[in-house]
């Protein structure tokens, strides 16, 4: 995964735009996204394609608490660790089913 672009704002958040298309704003650590941030995946992105997540990471992986909004408008809110779902979280359907 290349970067086509990285530049940090006055409060040091960082912006990256890799050459995919994903979109990364938010707190890094060592050249890795750690901390507060949001992920935007374009319709050209290989993975999760017109999708968000906004929420913490740690070590270029999702990893505590986050919000990641799916293409078709379903939306998960809960705990992460190593980048998969872990602990508590409720899923919201698109339909407005809930599973808590």
Not at 5 to 30: C, F
């Amino acid at each position: 995964m290349k970067v086509s672009e990285m530049w940090k704002d006055n409060d040091g958040i960082i912006t990256k735009k890799y050459d995919d298309g994903k979109v990364y704003e938010g707190q890094m650590k060592d050249g890795k996204k750690h901390g507060k941030g949001k992920m935007v995946y374009v319709e050209d992105a290989k993975h999760y394609a017109g999708e968000v997540y906004e929420g913490e990471w740690k070590d270029d992986k999702r990893d505590g608490t986050g919000k990641h909004t799916y293409a078709s408008g379903s939306v998960y809110v809960g705990e992460y660790k190593d980048d998969k779902k872990h602990g508590k979280g409720t899923y919201t359907w698109a339909s407005g089913s809930v599973y808590d």
